[in-house]
């Protein structure tokens, strides 16, 4: 159990095997740890059983530099204290008798401390002891707690790198590498490239821990990849396999976990196994929900869970907001729990704690009429927890329950634009026998859902059931009514729509929420305004705008400037319609899809003003970045914008597609900075000058009048370029060659800091003295639709 790996003596005493295969992984986290090894005599490597603790401090061992002598002690099989002094000092050479500080002496030693989890305290005063008597002394410990040293430094050992969703190709993360590698051991032959996409899943659900990835690999000897993710549900037995040699805690998955497991106290195992009915992680009150009963007072959870984070039980991790207030059990940990929890005949019990938790949390977001980002925003890390309490309800016959559940669900789903997987959550309660209150929530989320996927045949019928099933209920009354409309307006009904909402207007006015009243007004006023009825419209708008900017979310107010830009553009007022457009966007969030409403905005006025090229340009990026994020956006508004647009590509001609291909290349970050950049008047050829009409250009082209201008024949390159013409075209056109225009075009984007052909066409565009004003008429802004 004592290797020698001092350069000096390479020795290895052989009842311990040799790691196999190569280290895969870990240089990020080398880089640190050799850091930290040269500024510290106390480094602690922590981590879950399984995480390559081991591994990772013996090739930092090997990899130390200088004239120390390495030693590695392996403590699992060590069961006092008295044992852990006599290996210390016996792979310093010296005598049983001799004591580990004595056999150190002054000598330059890294010592390795390999699995002190089970002797924790033992190991910290042995290491505090040594630490002050040996000076020239550095300890390298692993362990699934950190020892409490004084100057100890901790370092967090994790899973492996793990490929990002939809990675193309994953066999980048060393997680992947790292599988291919004992599969290839266990099946010669195997190639990933035919199971990449299978691998990377594998790996994630066993949270990149090496042990996993390894064990999970040897299956490959009698199971395909697609075979191995499917035994995933039952892991404890998929990775118990045994290993014949090594450390007994590292035999199989089973036993490393049941290792950490009996080192915990009896209030640590209690919570330990508890946790595990909840796949999706937790915070500190969804942990008290679920873990206190009469034998565990709720003040005393989270401590305990502090604890078990502490003991590498638990981990946290960092969301997109940055919050780390939220835990998770590694997986292999948690299917352990499970284990654990059944056997001590819990299960139900903590099962019906978790889905009432979820369930009363489900029940505050039904209660809402039309904002509900408070209640989603509670939610929006709980899917996995919301999926596991309605499998619950579903297995215990509770319908009603099962519905507010699997419709939180799906609204959860549908703010992170899976659509179709919210549309099949929905579908599937509509079968279920409910009362009229869960049987109307049911059909307006069906009704909404079919409606966003364009499904309009499909979404009328569901939204008048949900009317007429919801007639004695105001507040499901409002919500149904108010997905009526929504859908007719998508119908272009408009009609039908104002008439709907003036009923849901009625409905939820006595209800005394102004918010909600406000919304429904909004709603009225924009089905006022793409009917032609601008005064009604506006006079909405004069009511809503003060009560959005007191109470609603900043999304909605950037919803409700968008509507008022509109009604400005549609009133032939520009430049106020502009002004509007600007704070909307101002306000909005990057990455909020109403942003993308707004550009079409700015892209509508542009059209207006027949600056053509920032009409198309705009338009194609909003709907590049629709694609992108497969949203769509209301048919009424879909058909203005398209109307506008194709009359600026007819004027554009073959500009069009360079203005189009610009718009589509750009980033959020670069259409946002584009579309606030300001323009002027329109010059003679129907294209407005701007600061810089080259988006994500870097600086902008510079006009003739600066350094550099250009000779006449790049100028005459540069015209035919902006008219659509291609290098061979241009050369045969200039009786030039190819390879002549090829290097006109290079000096033109050198003296003008270009960097593509669009863009030396854009900048074309901008010089009147190239290209001759093209016959414009002006055109007025049509009624944006047409009433049916």
């Known amino acids: 159990m004592i290797h020698n790996l001092s350069p000096v003596h390479q020795t290895l005493i052989a009842d311990t095997p040799p790691f196999r295969g190569p280290f895969i992984g870990r240089a990020r986290e080398m880089r640190r740890l050799r850091a930290l090894l040269r500024s510290t005599r106390m480094l602690t490597l922590v981590g879950p059983g399984g995480a390559g603790k081991s591994r990772l401090a013996v090739e930092l061992a090997r990899r130390s530099t200088g004239d120390e002598t390495v030693r590695v002690v392996e403590l699992d099989a060590l069961r006092d204290e008295s044992m852990m002094h006599t290996a210390v000092t016996l792979a310093m050479g010296g005598g049983p008798a001799a004591g580990p500080a004595a056999a150190i002496g002054r000598r330059r030693t890294l010592l390795v401390l390999d699995g002190c989890e089970h002797l924790v305290d033992a190991c910290a005063e042995l290491a505090a002891d040594l630490l002050r008597r040996c000076p020239n002394l550095c300890i390298l410990a692993t362990s699934r707690e950190n020892l409490r040293v004084p100057a100890e430094v901790t370092f967090r050992v994790g899973g492996l790198e793990l490929p990002a969703p939809q990675e193309r190709p994953a066999d980048r993360a060393a997680a992947v590498r790292l599988f291919a590698e004992h599969a290839e051991r266990h099946r010669p032959g195997f190639q990933l490239r035919r199971a990449s996409a299978t691998v990377a899943e594998i790996c994630r659900r066993l949270d990149g ?105 638990l981990t946290t991790r960092t969301d997109h907001d940055g919050d780390r207030g939220r835990f998770y059990q590694w997986e292999s940990a948690r299917a352990y729990a499970l284990h654990q929890l059944a056997a001590t005949g819990e299960i139900n019990t903590v099962r019906k704690q978790a889905a009432e938790w979820f369930g009363r949390q489900a029940q505050s977001l039904s209660e809402t009429l039309f904002f509900a980002d408070p209640e989603l925003d509670r939610l929006r890390h709980e899917p996995a927890n919301l999926a596991a309490a309605a499998d619950y309800y579903t297995r215990t016959g509770d319908s009603e329950r099962r519905t507010l559940l699997t419709v939180a669900l799906a609204r959860i789903s549908w703010q992170q634009r899976r659509h179709a997987s919210a549309r099949k959550l929905l579908a599937s309660v509509l079968p279920l026998r409910l ?94 305004l793409l009917q032609g009825e601008l005064q009604e419209a506006e006079r909405l708008l004069d009511e809503v705008l003060p009560v959005y900017r007191a109470l609603a979310p900043r999304r909605c107010q950037v919803t409700a400037l968008t509507t008022l830009g509109a009604l400005r553009l549609t009133q032939g007022d520009q430049s106020a319609a502009t002004g509007v457009f600007e704070r909307a966007l101002r306000i909005s969030r990057p990455d909020d899809d109403v942003a993308l409403d707004v550009v079409d905005g700015l892209a509508l006025v542009a059209a207006a003003r027949l600056d053509d090229y920032r009409a ?9 970045l629709r694609d992108r994020l497969d949203l769509t956006t209301s048919p009424p508004w879909r058909s203005w914008i398209s109307d506008a647009t194709d009359r600026a590509r007819t004027r554009l001609g073959r500009m069009a597609d360079a203005a189009a291909d610009a718009g589509r290349s750009l980033s959020t970050d670069e259409l946002r900075s ?91 565009v901008r010089q009147p003295q190239l290209i001759p004003a093209p016959e414009v008429s002006p055109v007025a802004l049509p009624n944006p639709v047409t009433p049916s």
Request: hydrophobic share 40%.
């Open 435 to 528: 009362s009229p209150r869960y049987r109307s929530e049911a059909l307006v989320w069906n009704a909404l859902g079919a409606c966003v996927q364009a499904e309009d045949v499909d979404a009328l019928p569901l939204a008048e059931q949900a009317v007429r099933v919801a007639h004695d209920n105001p507040a499901s009354l409002a919500k149904a009514l108010d997905a009526l409309g929504f859908v007719r307006m998508s119908r272009r009904e408009l009609t039908e729509a104002i008439e709907t909402y003036r009923d849901c207007l009625d409905v939820v006015r006595p209800l005394g929420r102004p918010l909600d009243t406000a919304k429904c007004q909004h709603c009225l006023a924009w089905a006022h």
């Open 674 to 764: 584009y579309a606030l950049t300001p323009t002027t008047t329109v010059d003679g050829c129907g294209c407005a000058g701007h600061a810089d009409m080259s988006p994500g250009s870097a600086g902008g082209a510079r006009d003739t009048d600066r350094d550099d201008p250009l000779s006449q024949r790049e100028v005459q390159i540069a015209r035919l370029v902006a008219g659509g013409l291609t290098n061979r075209e241009i050369a045969e056109q200039l009786d030039v060659s190819v390879r002549t225009v090829c290097t006109h075009l290079t000096s033109i984007y050198k003296k003008l800091g270009l960097r593509s052909r669009t863009q030396a066409a854009v900048w074309a």
């Open 616 to 624: 198309v340009c705009l338009a194609s990026a909003a709907e590049a």
């Open 209 to 313: 821990l090496p042990l996993g990835i390894e064990l999970a690999a040897r299956q490959l000897t009698v199971m395909s990849p697609d075979k191995v993710l499917d035994a995933l549900d039952d892991q404890l037995a998929l990775l118990a396999v045994p290993e014949r040699r090594g450390p007994c805690r590292h035999r199989r998955m089973y036993s490393t976990v049941g290792w950490s497991y009996r080192l915990l106290d009896w209030d640590e195992r209690v919570v330990f196994r508890r946790l595990s009915v909840l796949p999706g992680g937790f915070d500190a009150e969804t942990a008290k929900a679920v873990c206190a009963g009469p034998d565990m007072p709720a003040g005393r959870v989270l401590p305990v869970v502090c604890s078990l984070l502490n003991k590498s039980l």
